[in-house]
RNA sequence: GUGGUCGUAGCUCAAUGGUAGAGCUCCAGAUUGUGAUUCUGGUUGUUGCGGGUUCGAGCCCCGUCGAUCACCCCA
């Protein structure tokens, strides 16, 4: 038994969840790239006073928030966004706009671990900035969409949940809401589906409202409302509108956001939201004391309930497990079958890395059986068998199990050659 | 931060308060130049940790750490 363990709400990559981890990370690399942005990077640490700032006092119960040797407070990042908001205003000028930006790494949270949830995730932010149109808000829905796709994640899957505040906030101000009950307002109708009807109906009562007319006004927000008819008419011509459904509950907590807000959730397994995010117009001016006044949107995806969904949805598994071959697998194996032969061996591994073929071999003297073993287990495509024949050379097929005697000096374009080639034959004999 | 359940080998799990086990994995051999299967042998535990009750604790009690579930929160 270990000594030592991951400290509480922490994990440990081993090579197949690092594997894994890296497939995630490319792929949300790559279509953010296709989408047009630009990668980016913040620091892990912030002061915890740029957080406040951004959310009130109270959120430091959920910070990981510290003294450092300086006597400085701060803190492990929670989220990108403030630190996003403070780069792209310290330095806008030097940015043409609309900025598109995304990022990939990881955030902290001070909070009770349990499945979806853990105080280390890393997340994926996507964020336009200086862009006030609906044209941004539907190409982060787009961008959202496309990644979910690109994970294997059908619209059997997932669904975007989208609402827009505004909608809330023109209900507050016709029914004579006083605005500071709004903040309060948005933590009701976010928990309305999980509160018991009597508890909402009492909370509203308080602010002068009742869970009927709230119902019934949700009731009448649709596809059909103006507030969404821009985004819908841009998402129609994509041809993803069908991704999105119309959600008023949807309000993403008490933070930011101003305008059109969504979420992304799975389908199938009650899983936690996926993906999240919104227009947050005033965060710039916020983080910049007034200096610099930014319209921005950008959503927020996390590895750990994208990790569980991929899981859980066999359509997702193609990609993984090619995924995995490559990453953990070579192509070529070098049988060793006399060790009077290892130079030339040694020469011809050297001589397909530097192609770019991935090569192993056995570090010391094996039985030829064990080598061949080792070749399978690393899913390679070829063995390259050097023994008592050399200077001809034993190619062999793993695939097919067919094999050829060709002279050493041809093996390396052998190879390369034969790998450009799709693989045949029966994948288990 | 609050409450419930759980914690035994690398993994999945057994063991009436009475000598800590099985399967899988891993390593080696059967097999001296060809991958599977099979067979044989082998490594691994202060039963999460620390106290207590008892002639005797993996088992009962308390604490603590961790996992998990529900709150909370979800920026």
């Keep these: 038994m270990a ?45 915890t006073d740029l957080y406040k700032k951004k959310s009130g006092d109270e959120i430091t119960a959920q910070l990981f928030c510290f003294e450092d040797k300086g006597g400085r407070d701060i803190s492990l990042r929670p989220e990108v966004t403030p630190s996003l908001a403070r780069m792209a205003t310290a330095r806008h000028r030097d940015y043409k706009k609309p900025m598109k930006w995304f990022q990939i790494g990881p955030c902290f949270r001070y909070e009770e671990p349990q499945e979806g949830r853990s105080r280390e995730f890393i997340q994926f932010n996507a964020d336009i900035l200086g862009d006030a149109s609906q044209g ?32 809330w906030t023109h209900y507050l101000e016709d029914r004579k809401v006083p605005q500071e009950h709004w903040t309060a307002f948005l933590a009701i109708i976010d928990k309305i589906e999980r509160a018991k009807p009597e508890d909402t109906a009492e909370k509203l009562g308080k602010i002068g409202l009742t869970l009927e007319d709230v119902r019934s006004f949700m009731a009448s927000v649709d596809g059909n409302h103006p507030i969404f008819a821009a985004l819908r008419a841009d998402l129609e011509a994509r041809g993803l509108w069908r991704y999105v459904r119309i959600d008023a509950t949807i309000v993403r907590g008490l933070a930011y956001y101003t305008g059109m807000v969504f979420e992304v959730f799975d389908l199938k397994h009650g899983l936690r939201a996926v993906a999240g995010g919104g227009r947050y117009d005033k965060l710039c001016a916020l983080i910049s004391d007034s200096s610099v006044d930014m319209p921005s949107a950008g959503f927020a995806m996390g590895d750990v309930v994208l990790g569980i969904l991929l899981s859980k949805t066999p359509g997702a598994q193609v990609g ?75 190619m062999k097929n793993l695939v097919s199990r067919e094999q050829q005697l060709l002279p050493a000096e041809q093996i390396i374009h052998a190879v390369t050659e034969a790998l450009k080639l799709p693989v045949t034959g029966p994948l288990i004999a």
Excluded: H
């Design 320 to 394: 993984i497990t090619d995924y995995l071959n490559t990453q953990m697998g070579v192509e070529a194996y070098v049988v060793v079958a006399d060790e009077a032969q290892r130079a030339p061996a040694l020469a011809a591994v050297q001589a397909l890395r530097a192609a770019g073929v991935r090569v192993d071999f056995s570090l010391n003297a094996q039985k030829v059986g064990k080598q061949f073993q080792a070749a399978e287990n690393l899913k390679a495509r070829f063995a390259l068998v050097y023994g008592a024949e050399y200077p001809q050379v034993q």
């Design 136 to 167: 941004s808000d539907a190409e982060l829905v787009a961008l959202a969409v496309d990644v979910m796709l690109a994970f294997g994640i059908q619209s059997e899957d997932f669904v975007i949940r989208l609402s827009n505040r505004q909608v």
């Design 3 to 47: 000594t030592f363990r991951t400290v509480k709400g922490f994990r440990d990559f081993f090579p197949e969840d690092c594997a894994l981890r890296n497939y995630i990370f490319d792929t949300w690399r790559q279509v953010a790239r296709r989408y047009g942005f630009v990668e980016y990077e913040g620091p892990l640490v912030e002061s």
